[in-house]
């Protein structure tokens, strides 16, 4: 029975390896596209706005509905009514809704700005329902029933778009009438307020400047982020709408809508800056709510997926795309295994399989701090300065990998779990609201001090080839186990 156990080790250590080499090879395979497609996109860019001249001149311009999904969000939601009310569109083609499921004085601010606005001459409308069902989703499909626009913008309380906002991605649905999603980047409003942040700010630019752009430059599936985003009406109809039985409703939706045959575009020269979650507990919770919903999402698609008329490249660019969060329970699995196949291969003395670990663990880890790199590179001037955070990045995509394990296995085993918003602190600061009590950060902490034992293990046994791949195990489960009690008792203080 023990070594039936110890050979299940084994198997499992060595699929996880497998697992991670592969996600990790698909990192070269985004930087391969997106500097294929560079080029190429950025001219069929540049010949657009010289054939469409300057949409602010236009009398033809379609009406645009833009939502604005709201749960309690004093601290930012003043800011982003004025902010959307602000974007230069004409204004009797342009309706605001403020979609507010909010239960706190987030409404009164909400009545009080709205009056503001349309006093001013904004067509602004406040929707609001009697029950919270669908939370995001069920807000936007509710406001989708009554909205005047054939367009319609989506942002998130945090966000704040730039004024022309709308004048640079309206065109390209007039020009385009299969154009489902036009989908703009984010930047990051609180970017230097800690390592965290700073290190938060690495990874989404990963997705958007690389990732996002090279599916969309290379025909393959790109999904909306839930924000920053303007779809086409009738799209969203032809897709079913939104659902909200996954909790990345973004994904599902992008996913049906391009099943239908539509399209999508994204801007990565086009900003919009929002806040990235300043408490690792809201972190870890926004990451678990993504982690889940991505799984549910692939799930629920995969399925279709098989029999979409696409080449296959495009069909597995899919796969990765939608189950990418199973990296962290390979990585909980590395970690966890790591001593027990050790003790197991000692006895017969494993060099060479250790070697080869060693190769697919390095190749594994260093992927996506490549493509990390050629974002910042892509994306800012002072691209050397910010990539010094990037070790905080590892050791936080390592950390929480417990934490989003439970993630993925809840999506697997169909368990159901509430929508917990990502707090916002905006410019106001009057009220602080409280992300979920971090019930794994000790769990976290006693994984990394498993993983400090299991170096010195692996060092008195001369294997010094993985000991560095563990120790960086370590060091994520710590960080992220005594951060996550940190900013709790800070709070709590």
């Known amino acids: ?9 084994v198997v499992l250590y060595v699929g996880a390896a497998g697992t991670l080499m592969l996600y990790g090879l698909n990192c070269y395979v985004m930087i391969f596209l997106y500097h294929r497609g560079r080029r190429r996109a950025g001219l069929r860019l540049e010949r657009f706005a010289e054939r469409f001249g300057d949409p602010a001149e236009r009398d033809d311009l379609p009406v645009v509905t833009t ?3 709201v749960y309690n969000e004093v601290n930012v939601v003043e800011r982003v009514i004025r902010t959307v009310c602000g974007m230069r569109y004409p204004r009797d083609r342009h309706e605001v809704q403020i979609l ?3 239960t706190d004085e987030t409404c009164d601010i909400v009545d009080q700005t709205a009056k503001a606005m349309i006093a001013e001459g904004f067509d602004v409308q406040v929707i609001r329902r009697n029950a919270r069902t669908g939370f995001k989703a069920g807000a936007l499909a509710a406001g989708l029933k009554v909205a005047k626009g054939s367009l319609v913008a989506v942002f998130d309380a945090d966000f704040v778009p730039p004024e022309d906002y709308l004048l640079r991605t309206v065109p390209f649905f007039m020009a385009d009438d299969r154009l489902a999603l036009v989908q703009a980047r984010w930047d990051h409003l ?12 690495i990874g989404i630019d990963g997705h958007f400047m690389v990732e996002q752009a090279a599916r969309n430059w290379n025909n393959l599936y790109m999904n909306f982020n839930g924000t920053a985003g303007i779809w086409r009406r009738s799209a969203i109809d032809d897709g079913g709408g939104w659902a909200w039985d996954t909790l990345t409703e973004d994904m599902d939706l992008s996913y049906r809508v391009q099943f239908a045959g539509w399209r999508t575009l994204f801007l990565p020269d086009l900003t919009v800056p929002a806040e990235i979650p300043e408490d690792v507990n809201a972190f870890k919770s926004q990451q678990f709510r993504w982690a889940k919903g991505s799984i549910q999402t692939a799930l629920k698609l995969l399925p279709r997926l098989v029999g979409q008329p696409v080449p296959m490249f495009q069909k597995i660019q899919a796969v990765f795309h939608m189950t990418h969060y199973l990296v962290h329970p390979m990585m909980l699995v590395m970690a966890v295994l790591a001593l027990p196949v050790l003790l197991r291969f000692d006895l017969k003395g494993g060099p060479l399989f250790f070697g080869v670990v060693a190769c697919v663990l390095l190749l594994s880890m260093t992927a996506p701090s490549a493509l990390y790199l050629v974002s910042q590179r892509a ?11 990037m070790p905080v990045l590892v050791a936080v995509g390592v950390g929480i990998a417990l934490s989003n394990t439970r993630a993925v296995l809840e999506a697997l085993v169909g368990h159901e779990s509430p929508f917990i918003r990502t707090p ?5 600061e009057i009220k602080h609201y409280r992300a979920a009590l971090p019930g794994l950060a000790f769990a976290e902490i006693l994984l990394g001090g498993y993983c400090v034992a299991t170096v010195l293990v692996y060092l008195r046994a001369g294997k010094y080839l993985i000991s560095p791949f563990i120790a960086v195990y370590a060091a994520g489960f710590f960080f992220v186990g005594i951060l996550t009690l940190a900013h709790r008792l800070g709070k709590e203080g």
Do not use: E
Request: charged share 30%.
């Open 1 to 9: 029975m023990v070594a039936l156990l110890c050979t299940l080790a």
């Open 379 to 389: 994306a800012y001037p002072d691209w050397r300065h910010r990539v010094l955070f």
């Open 67 to 69: 939502q604005i999904a």
């Open 190 to 201: 609180n970017r230097r307020r800690s390592i965290l942040t700073r290190a938060q700010s």
């Open 100 to 102: 507010d499921d909010s």
């Open 424 to 428: 916002k602190r905006g410019d106001r």
